[in-house]
Structure formats: C-alpha cells, structure tokens
C-alpha cells in the first residue's frame, strides 16, 4: 500500500500564491501517473492537474497558466505550484497517485485532502 501526505494549504488573497506537497510513502512501489484533485461542497471532485511518470502534463483550462505540477521522483513527492489565485480556487485539494510494484499489487491512493481558500 502507498500512503500520500499532503501539505501546503491556506488562506491567501485574490493574486497571490501557494505551493501544495504531496508525499508518497511505503514499501517497494512505483509511481505511475500522479494528479491533483478539488472539491467543493455539494460538487463533484474535479481532476485540475496530471502528470506522468515521464513528466507529461495535462491541465484543465481554468488554470492552465497559473497552476504548474511538478514531481521530483527521487523524493516520491508531487508539487502543485498555484498563482493567480481566485476566489473560484478555493476547494479541497486532493492528491492522487496510480501505483504498482514488481508483484501483483498495485492501485491508487489518495492523500487526505488539504484546505485552500480565497477569499472573495
């Protein structure tokens, strides 16, 4: 099983920036593609972001030009880099890993979720 932890969320003002962390750990694992999800209350939840393991980026257009992922597969951490920010960002972010190892295990994870607001 592959465990994610994320970090890196908070309240900031319209226009300004926060970077978002997510962690993957466990026992023999290999990432594959990685994404960052939102949600907010009473919708449904909405991938913003994906990256391969080759580094191939995918994003929705609402944020294309102001939200950039990243991963650093030496650490096993995936990073969303937010700027821009407004008030219709504000969600749940989630992080999500597809994972597999040289058995037959394999699967997705999910992190916990961290709060990023902007206030209107």
């Known amino acids: 099983q592959v465990e994610l932890v994320e970090s890196g969320g908070g309240t900031v003002p319209p226009g300004g920036s926060l970077r978002l962390s997510c962690a993957a750990s466990g026992s023999r694992f290999r990432i594959n593609t990685m994404g960052w999800h939102r949600q907010v209350p009473g919708h449904q939840r909405e991938l913003v972001a994906s990256?391969?393991?080759?580094?191939?980026?995918n994003y929705i257009d609402s944020v294309k030009g102001r939200f950039t992922i990243s991963r650093d597969n030496a650490k096993n951490t995936m990073y969303l880099q937010m700027n821009s920010l407004k008030p219709g960002d504000t969600a749940v972010y989630y992080c999500?890993?597809?994972?597999?190892?040289?058995?037959?295990?394999?699967?997705?994870?999910w992190g916990q979720g961290t709060q990023v607001t902007v206030p209107s």
């Open positions: 999500e890993a597809d994972w597999s190892t040289p058995g037959p295990e394999g699967g997705r994870s």
């Open positions: 990256i391969t393991s080759s580094g191939i980026t």
